[in-house]
T-cell receptor, first 112, second 114 residues
Framework: GDSVTQMEGPVTLSEEAFLTINCTYT??????LFWYVQYPGEGLQLLLK?????DKGSNKGFEATYRKETTSFHLEKGSVQVSDSAVYFC???????????FGDGTTLTVKP | NAGVTQTPKFQVLKTGQSMTLQCAQD?????MSWYRQDPGMGLRLIHYSVGAGITDQGEVPNGYNVSRSTTEDFPLRLLSAAPSQTSVYFC?????????????FGQGTRLTVV
């Protein structure tokens, strides 16, 4: 079945540091890939997505590129802020399938 | 636009009690799912539905029932609550089209079983 493996956390960075959270996946076909973010006490919300190979999703300074050859979708940000502290989930959704598959989440803490 | 609405936000149950967690969406999405989130375990899929009248089990379905009589609503029933069901529950929906695959989540229901 489909699976998503995320870099284990927690991750602690200083403000303005570079962020990478690794994500690799296993799936049949060509799923869409996502990063979701969860702030304390809230539900998950979409951060960015990519629907086909070599697409780059971007939002709020975060980026991730759909790499079919390495089955990866790593999340990056050049300069993190304290407000980026949250839990980040990598996920995939196959086309026309009811189930999405999520990674275990990576907790990011950014210190001033 | 309300999106996905879950009720209640908080609930305390005694062991053996039953209850229904409500989930409603106003985006005309075909796909709906229930997840539970426990510390260190990410999101685990309980049940999901691909349309009205069609449901299927996820990876942790035991102790939970669902039904989908309308496109909008997807309630989750706890038949006889156990302390192991203490968790945060999230409902999500998404569309069926090729460019419509992102999931929209409710705010969650924090359930404690004592």
């Amino acid at each position: 079945g489909d699976s998503v493996t995320q870099m284990e956390g927690p991750v602690t960075l200083s403000e303005e540091a570079f962020l990478t959270i690794n994500c690799t996946y296993t799936a049949t076909g060509y799923p869409s890939l996502f990063w979701y973010v969860q702030y304390p006490g809230e539900g998950l919300q979409l951060l960015l997505k990519a629907t086909k190979a070599d697409d780059k999703g971007s939002n709020k300074g975060f980026e991730a590129t759909y790499r079919k050859e390495t089955t990866s979708f790593h999340l990056e940000k050049g300069s993190v802020q304290v407000s980026d502290s949250a839990v980040y989930f990598c996920a995939l959704s196959p086309f026309n399938a009811g189930k999405s598959t999520f990674g275990d989440g990576t907790t990011l803490t950014v210190k001033p | 636009n309300a999106g996905v609405t879950q009720t209640p936000k908080f609930q305390v149950l005694k062991t053996g009690q039953s209850m229904t967690l409500q989930c409603a969406q106003d985006m005309n999405h075909e796909y709906m799912s229930w997840y539970r989130q426990d510390p260190g375990m990410g999101l685990r899929l309980i049940h999901y539905s691909v349309g009205a009248g069609i449901t299927d089990q996820g990876e942790v379905p035991n102790g939970y029932n669902v039904s989908r009589s309308t496109t909008e609503d997807f309630p989750l029933r706890l038949l006889s609550a156990a302390p192991s069901q203490t968790s945060v529950y999230f409902c999500a929906s998404r569309g069926q089209g090729a460019g419509d695959t992102e999931a929209f989540f409710g705010q969650g229901t924090r359930l404690t079983v004592v």
